[in-house]
């Protein structure tokens, strides 16, 4: 295991992933970040912000699926269970 600073926020989340994980767990921190700067963080709490920009990024989710069912791609079961694992791995280490 290792472990990886986020910073979300402007408060550094400490996240425990797999070896060979750490880069992408600093980019899903990054993309969790940008969602909370673009919120603001006038009149909301840390978990109020922090549920908010995981609303924006399942609807991103949600968009996506729908833009590939749509276009006649067959959407890959096995790749968005590996997506919503890893979204809820990294709920799981920011309520933690």
């Not at 400490?14 to 673009?38: F, N, P, T, Y």
């Not at 990024?57 to 949600?62: P, V």
Request: one cysteine or more; hydrophobic letters at 45%; a negative charge.
């Amino acid at each position: 295991m290792s472990n990886v600073t986020l910073q979300i926020g402007g408060r550094n989340y400490m996240v425990s992933c797999s070896e060979g994980e750490e880069a992408h767990v600093q980019q899903l921190g990054q993309m969790i970040e940008g969602k909370v700067r673009d919120l603001g963080a006038a009149g909301h709490n840390e978990v109020r912000l922090l549920l908010f920009a995981a609303l924006l990024l399942a609807d991103e989710l949600h968009d996506a699926r729908a833009k590939a069912a749509s276009a006649g791609g067959a959407t890959d079961p096995a790749l968005l269970e590996t997506i919503a694992a890893r979204l809820e791995k990294c709920a799981t280490a920011l309520e933690g």
